[in-house]
């Protein structure tokens, strides 16, 4: 029996500052070129000779703000601030590579649905059918005001509002135009045929929208669907919606458990459990023996900001942790932020000291330390013991962190079974779920709106 292959994607953003704060001071990091174009289509280029199966792009919009109740820190040390656009970045990255693809950020709380299936159908179409969405909704009151609003909306109601935006989505990607509506006849002077292109009239409680889709049917129609949401409320709309699902895990056992929660709501919802593919977050630190690796650890250690990190956690939590002595245990407080950061506070043995232990390396992902056997070997054991499909691996001296793990742990999982020797062929959404098809399956909801 053939093993599980692992899934990977490179974990990223347009900014200095990502995961691992502080980074940014390592002699051999490079992410102050990201305003460059070089900076991304060598890091596309270096991906794909890794085989990566993607580039997840996250993004914000708004600023941590709630640390201290101010932006010094995130300025000084650069926490996801100066951020630019994701989703600029990947015509000129797709221009030089053939296979990787690209799952890009956007908030829909601010985003108009009409022009925002425009952009992605446009980019699936340059592309060639190498694009996902990470459907994220915000949770920054910084945002919120940004935006116009007094307040970041509630965080179930954002949840309803999404389920809405999804559908306006659908109607214009999946119903506005009929396959076969592009003819593309010079010689009877007929590009597209008028009666298989459909007007989208949606009057919903959130929106108004009457038009046709501006784009021709792109190779995916629907983006790949990427989401992160561990609340219930979340978790339905994954259940529904979500094609990828990317989650935070600390242990094996209360990972398992996020795993079979998501697939239990795939169904659900009427799709089949393995609809869902699974990927968490790490950090990996490698080098050719554990000594030298841990050595490298410690080296990394030295340049990381674990204050940075617990500024950028306390607009995760909505909770101001400056408020607290170091060993004064902080209070949990409902909020309207992320729910499952929140969550890691209920039992208010949580201290100022003991998160910035947790946040040593600027940030807390869990971290695989070790030779490419070992890493291998953990790698390998968290995709047996948990059910997950795959890791969305961050960076954390870049571009080093990425040619570490391609030239060092990607050839011994090679070695092992456990990761590919070739792209196989097709768009995003077949080299993921390998079913043959560029669109979605029949029974996602979005299928639903077909004419």
Known sequence: MSKKKILLNAFNMNCIGHINHGLW??????STRFNTLEYWTELAQLLERGLFDGLFIADIVGVYDVYQQSVDIPLKESIQ???????????????????????????????PPYLFARRMSTLDHLTQGRVGWNI????????????GLTEQVEHDRRYDQADEYLEVLYKLWEGSWENGAVLNDPVQRIYAQPDKVHKVKHAGEFYQVEGYHLCEPSPQRTPVLFQA????????????????????????????????????????????????KLFMGLNVIVAPTDAEAQAKREEYLSYASAEAGVAHFASSTGIDFADYELDEPIQYVKSNAIQSATKVLQNND?????????????????????????????????????????????RIVTPESYVDFIDLVIPELQRRGSYKTAYDTGSLRQKLFIEGDAHLPERHTGASFRP
Request: one cysteine or more; hydrophobic letters at 40%; aromatic letters at 6%.
């Open 25 to 30: 001071t390592h002699p051999r990091d490079t």
């Open 81 to 111: 601030l100066p951020v630019n656009d994701p989703l600029l970045l990947v015509s000129a990255m797709a221009a030089v590579t053939k296979n990787l693809g690209f799952g890009l950020t956007a908030n829909l709380t601010y985003e």
């Open 136 to 147: 994220v909704t915000g949770y920054l009151d910084s945002a919120a005001k940004a935006m």
């Open 229 to 276: 949401g561990s609340s219930d409320r979340g978790l339905r709309f994954a259940g529904r919606h979500a094609e990828c699902v990317f989650i935070s895990g600390q242990t094996k056992a209360a990972t398992k458990i996020q795993v079979d929660k998501v697939r239990a709501s795939a169904v659900a919802a009427g799709r089949n459990p393995d609809d869902i």
């Open 350 to 394: 949580w201290t100022r000291r003991k998160l910035l232990e947790q946040h040593a390396l600027g940030g807390r992902y869990m971290t695989v330390v070790g030779s490419p056997e070992q890493v291998a070997d953990e790698l390998e054991s968290w995709i047996a013991e948990t059910g997950l499909d795959g890791f969305n691996l961050t």
